[in-house]
């Protein structure tokens, strides 16, 4: 290459020169040498239609390692479609069994497409190993269209087993009693949709034509967004002082203590085979600080005196489990929200997600994997909902980093245990697809994303593009209501079985969206997706408030993940856990403690702030909405841990005094 460079430059400078090319060509490298460079280069190019398929052969043998064993050990179904390449994988096997190496002519080949079939059939018959290869990448792009599943197992499971059965579900349906925030009858519900779609075109196509989007404008075939300025009080930052000077010094022992004496945490802990409620709080908030702490439970014994190593081990074997941990949680919340200090921060009807990434080391986990977005150390994410309004964290959840996160924002919505009613929730980037969009949806939840590069995701018309000229640029094409309408009976099923529970969105959308030959299904979900998704948009291009709620929104779910990474600091933030178990426990300890101090902030927050204003301070509602009650600076987290048996404060009774 660099001899062509260098022949390349002298012929053009000849020619800018006036000089002979040959010779310039001979100045760089002699011409018999030239000759054979070229002949040389011809023979190592591959030729335009190369496909790697060729060099798959050489390979065979690596496949071999594995592919006996994935014949031996699954047992593979499918639709009707799949008939030939489950034929031939029982052949494969028979093959092995009886240790032959020719296939027979009568092998099945219909699932053979035009790529594989020259390197498949030649002209001696069937090669051994680009047939099993050929078989092994139609079963992986089966699985992932789930047109073939596993017996046994939970992802490439029968679609038919995952959802509601079909019996139950037309039992539903006919009865009309479908429990989806959605029009039943497509008809109407194309009807509705379509009205709310054209209405807001037209309003944002008129917009446009006026140049009137509030701090939008458009260069270039571009929107670009202008942050208005802030709305916070212009003393904030003193306030925010003066409450923080006066917040009481306290060692997180004694903090969870008077949560304990408060709300009696400890009843939400019971006894796995007896069902008794524990009876040594002490040791299950060691335990539960152990978890949050990430100390785990060797080093909390040695930190704390009043507890052993064996004495917290059977602590988490017999009462900490997700069930307790939910329970408790959403005791935290409910008690939060109830507060003078929640009040004013208006109804908690919006929440955010987000995932933090916690590292783990060198540690073997299935759960743990590298995602480059943070390095080359693999890890795994929390993924934590929080109430906009109280900011407290209500749901979390551990999850692989190689997994979407979006089905995990509807998940928390969905089952979380406390009493608050979310309408509107809102994501970063990577916790929206149109899928999910969709089944937000279905379920009434209002779902705003905040998309990094808002310019690159299209809006999709009910109609003719023409009828908007000035958006038609960002218009990516149509809503295909017909294929909505023949996937409609499903769609409605689907929806129906994730609101009873049958099956998590997760699961559903891992199987409907992640496959390389997607489903109808898939396709209709993503069309109702497109119609939800595209509606946002108009209305975030309309509403800075919508805009300002979303960033206000996500901000303080940043900070709730600033508090637990401020909590989560033994091991250097690494969670060295091996087994699922483990590790979501640590994640239910970490949201658990710092909800609890999020509510012990607020209650002496508001105690302050009534001693202010009887001072004289003009503390309106405003600043209060203004100040986070997620701070850890006079909060002991490190030391002995050490428990003051005889302290018995309760914080209803602190607030009832302040008031």
């Known amino acids: 290459m ?10 053009i400078l000849a020619r800018k020169e006036g ?3 040959y010779q310039a060509i001979e100045g760089v490298l002699p011409w018999d040498n030239y000759v054979s460079s070229v002949a040389e280069a011809e023979a190592l190019m591959r030729p335009e239609t190369f496909d790697f398929l060729q060099l798959l052969d050489t390979r065979f043998s690596v496949a071999r390692r594995y592919s006996p064993l994935v014949w031996k050990n699954f047992e593979f179904k499918g639709d009707a479609s799949t008939q030939g390449l489950r034929e031939a994988i029982g052949l494969l096997r028979t093959m092995d069994e009886e240790k032959l190496t020719e296939l027979p002519a009568s092998a099945p080949t219909d699932f053979v497409d035009k790529r594989w079939k020259p390197y498949v059939k030649t002209g001696e018959g069937l090669h051994r190993g680009y047939y099993e290869l050929c078989v092994l990448s139609e079963l992986r792009s089966n699985l992932r269209a789930g047109n073939i599943w596993v017996t ?9 087993e995952i959802w509601l059965p079909a019996d139950r579900w037309t039992a539903i349906r006919d009865s009309g009693n479908i429990p989806l925030a959605i ?6 519900y194309w009807s509705q949709r379509r009205k709310e779609l054209e209405e807001q075109f037209e309003i944002v196509n008129d917009l446009v034509a006026r140049n009137a989007l509030p701090d939008v404008t458009i260069e270039n075939d571009r929107f670009h967004f202008h942050r208005p300025p802030s709305n916070a009080p212009k003393d904030i930052k003193r306030i925010q002082r003066l409450i923080s000077d006066r917040m009481p010094k306290i060692k997180i022992t004694n903090l969870l203590l008077q949560i304990e004496e408060t709300l009696h945490i400890s009843q939400y802990f019971t006894h796995r085979l007896t069902g008794e409620h ?20 060797d080093k909390m014994a040695a930190a704390s005196p009043h507890t052993s190593f064996k004495r917290l081990v059977w602590m988490y074997t017999w009462f900490i489990n997700d069930d307790a941990y939910r329970q408790a949680l959403a005791a935290l919340v409910n008690f939060e929200q109830n507060l003078p200090w929640a009040q004013v921060q208006g109804p908690a009807t919006t929440s955010s997600s987000d995932a933090q990434f916690f590292p783990t080391g060198q540690v073997r986990s299935d759960m743990a994997r590298v995602n480059r977005h943070y390095g080359s150390e693999p890890g795994l994410f929390f993924y934590v909902h929080t109430a906009t309004q109280l900011r407290q964290a209500f749901h979390v959840q551990v999850i692989t980093t190689w997994l979407h996160q979006a089905p995990y924002a509807l998940s928390g919505l969905l089952y ?5 009613q979310i309408e509107r929730h809102f994501t970063d980037t990577l916790g929206y697809t149109d899928e999910i969009s969709a089944l937000f949806h279905m379920m009434g939840y209002r779902f705003v994303p905040r ?5 690159d995701y299209k809006l999709y018309a009910p109609g003719k593009i023409t009828q908007f000229p000035l958006l038609a640029p960002f218009i990516g094409g149509r809503i295909n209501d017909h294929l909505m309408d ?7 099923r689907l929806g129906t079985s994730i609101k009873l529970g049958v099956v998590t969105p997760p699961l559903a959308l891992q199987r409907l969206s992640g496959h390389v030959l997607q489903n109808d299904l898939a396709l209709a979900l993503r069309e109702m997706g497109r119609i939800d998704q595209t509606l946002t948009r108009l209305n975030w291009l309309q509403d800075p408030l919508l805009r300002s709620d979303s960033q206000t929104s996500l901000l303080r779910g940043e900070s709730q993940n600033s508090l637990q990474r401020a909590v989560f600091f033994h091991r250097l933030g690494r969670v060295r856990d091996r087994d699922f178990e483990s590790q979501s426990n640590r994640a239910s300890g970490l949201t658990l403690v710092t909800a609890a101090i999020v509510a012990w902030n607020s209650v002496h927050q508001w105690h302050i702030i009534q001693e202010l204003r009887a001072e004289g301070e003009n503390i309106t509602d405003e600043h209060i909405r203004h100040i986070s009650p997620a701070q850890w600076d006079h909060i002991g987290l490190t030391g002995d841990y050490l428990w003051d048996m005889l302290l018995k404060v309760n914080l209803m009774n602190l607030r009832s005094h302040s008031a």
Not at 2 to 11: C, K, L, S, T
Not at 279 to 289: E, F, R
Not at 451 to 455: A, E, I
């Open 183 to 188: 029009e039943t009858d497509f008809s109407r």
């Open 19 to 21: 000089r002979d090319p």
């Open 451 to 455: 998309l990094r590069h808002f310019n």
């Open 416 to 420: 979380h245990e406390s009493d608050l």
């Open 278 to 297: 524990v009876d040594d709080s002490i040791t299950l908030w060691t335990a539960i600080l152990a978890d949050a702490l990430n100390l785990g439970p």
């Open 486 to 492: 023949r996937k409609w009976d499903d769609l409605l």
């Open 2 to 11: 660099r001899h062509y460079a260098a022949i390349g430059q002298a012929i």
């Open 152 to 160: 046994g197992s939970l992802k490439y499971r029968d679609w038919e």
